[in-house]
C-alpha cells in the first residue's frame, strides 16, 4: 500500500472508508493489502483489488483461455464451454456469494478469474501429461504456473515483468503456502475459499449440461443421484413433461441454485460467530466455509458419478491419450533441442533448464496452438517453434 507520512494516500482512503461501511469486518479490505512487488502509485477510481482484476482480465494469458478446453473438445461441437466460459461461470457464482455475505467483490472476482488461468492444454490430461514429462523436476501444477505467468510471462509493463498483482491475489492462487499454513490451522481468507467453493459449483453443475447436451448422458441415468432429484424437487415443476431440452436447462439452474442457498446458509451461521473479528484473525482461527453434511455428502456422489461416467467416457478416453501423445512428442523434442524453442524460452531454458522452459512454453498454448507447433515440429521445417 503507498503511504504518505506513515497515512493511507487520499485516493486510497477513499476505498477504505467504503469498505468499511459495505463489507464485514472479515472481509479483506484495501486498508489489508500487503501491496505489490514494485511500488506503484494507488489509482484515483479502483481500488488495490478492482486494478488486479482488470489487469488478469486484459492478459495475454486470459484471452487463450477461449481455446483451452474445460473437460469436452472442439470435435464434439461448439456447445461445451472452455475454460475461458467457465472462468465467467465461476466469476459470476463467486461474486453472487461475496456480495451476500458481504465480502470483497472486487479481490473475489480477480481471484476467479485468475483461478484456471495457468491451465495448460486439453484440459486435465494436458496438465496430468506435462506433470509426468516434469516429474524429475517437481511436476507441473496449473496453480503454480499461474504464478509464473503473472509474475513473470507477461509482458504489459516497461518497468517490470509480470502483472503486478497485489499480494492478496498471487497468495490466493498460492496452493503450496496455504497447504503450508493449513498445517498450522490457518485458513484462507474468505474470498479464497468461496471461489474455490463456486469453482467445484460451476465445473459440477456444467458438467451436467455438457455431458447432457453432447449426449454423453441421459436424465435417466442422473435420477438416481440425491443431488439431482433434490434439484427436481426445488424446481417446483413437474419437468418430465417439459421439452428433452427444456428439462436440461431447468435441472442445471436448479442445481446451481440449490448449492449457492446451501452454502450460503451454512456460510451466514458460520460467520455469525465472528462478526467483528478482522480478515487475519478470522484466518487465523482456521474458519472454513462448507456445505452442509448432506450436500457435501451428495456432492461427492455426483462427482464420482462424472469421474466414472463422464470423463471416463468411450468417446473422451482416444482424445485425452492423443492429445497427451502430442505433448509427450512436443516436450521430449523441444527439451533435447531447446534451439528449438521461441527466443525467450531459450533464453529462460539457460536460466533454469530446458525441460521446466519447455514445460512453460507448452503450458501457456491453446489446444489449435498446440497441434499446429506439433504438426510443425513432426513435418519437414527444422527452424524454432512460434511463440504464443
Not at 79 to 90: A, D, G, M, N, Q
Request: hydrophobic fraction near 40%; proline fraction near 4%.
Amino acid at each position: 500500500m503507498s503511504e504518505i507520512d506513515g497515512e493511507s494516500s487520499p485516493d486510497l482512503q477513499q476505498f477504505i472508508d467504503r469498505e468499511h461501511l459495505l463489507l464485514a469486518s472479515y472481509a479483506t479490505h484495501s486498508s489489508d493489502t500487503q501491496g505489490r512487488v514494485h511500488l506503484e502509485s494507488e489509482h484515483l477510481y479502483r481500488a488495490p483489488y478492482a486494478r488486479d482484476r482488470d489487469r488478469i482480465l486484459h492478459s495475454s494469458a486470459f484471452r487463450r483461455l477461449s481455446g483451452k478446453m474445460q473437460v469436452f473438445t472442439g470435435e464434439m461441437g461448439i456447445y461445451h464451454r472452455t475454460r475461458l466460459t467457465h472462468t465467467f461461470e465461476v466469476a459470476s457464482v463467486a461474486r453472487t456469494l461475496a456480495r451476500a455475505l458481504r465480502l470483497n467483490e472486487d479481490l473475489t472476482e480477480a481471484l476467479a478469474l485468475m483461478h484456471d488461468i495457468g491451465h495448460p492444454p486439453y484440459g486435465h490430461c494436458g496438465e496430468d501429461a506435462l506433470d509426468a514429462c516434469l516429474a524429475a523436476a517437481g511436476g507441473f501444477s496449473h496453480n503454480q504456473f499461474a504464478l509464473v505467468v503473472v509474475q513473470e510471462l507477461e509482458k504489459r509493463y516497461l518497468n517490470f515483468d509480470g502483472l503486478n498483482l497485489s499480494h492478496e491475489t498471487l497468495a490466493g492462487q498460492d496452493v503450496r503456502a496455504n497447504k503450508e499454513a493449513a498445517a498450522v490451522g490457518r485458513s484462507p481468507s474468505l474470498e479464497v475459499q468461496i471461489v474455490d467453493l463456486a469453482d467445484s459449483i460451476a465445473y459440477d453443475a456444467h458438467d451436467v449440461d455438457d455431458a447432457l447436451q453432447l449426449g454423453l448422458l441421459t436424465i435417466a441415468e442422473l435420477k438416481d443421484l440425491s443431488i439431482i432429484q433434490r434439484a427436481i424437487l426445488t424446481t417446483g415443476e413437474p419437468i418430465d413433461v417439459l421439452p428433452k431440452q427444456q428439462i436440461r436447462v431447468e435441472l442445471v439452474r436448479a442445481l446451481i441454485d440449490l448449492q449457492v442457498s446451501d452454502l450460503l446458509h451454512q456460510s451466514s451461521d458460520r460467520l455469525m460467530p465472528h462478526g467483528g473479528k478482522s480478515c487475519d484473525e478470522v484466518c487465523s482461527l482456521g474458519v472454513r466455509l462448507e456445505h452442509s453434511t448432506s450436500i457435501a455428502s451428495e456432492r461427492e456422489e455426483l462427482e464420482q458419478f462424472l469421474f466414472e461416467t463422464v470423463y471416463r467416457h468411450k468417446r473422451l478416453i482416444p482424445v485425452r491419450e492423443a492429445a497427451a501423445d502430442r505433448l509427450q512428442v512436443l516436450f521430449d523434442t523441444l527439451s533435447q533441442d531447446p534451439l528449438r524453442l521461441p527466443l525467450r524460452f531459450r533464453n529462460r531454458a539457460e536460466q533454469s533448464s530446458p525441460e521446466v522452459a519447455t514445460g512453460q512454453y507448452l503450458a501457456g498454448m491453446t489446444d489449435q496452438f498446440c497441434d499446429q507447433q506439433y504438426r510443425q515440429l513432426t513435418g519437414p521445417s527444422s527452424g524454432p517453434l512460434a511463440d504464443w
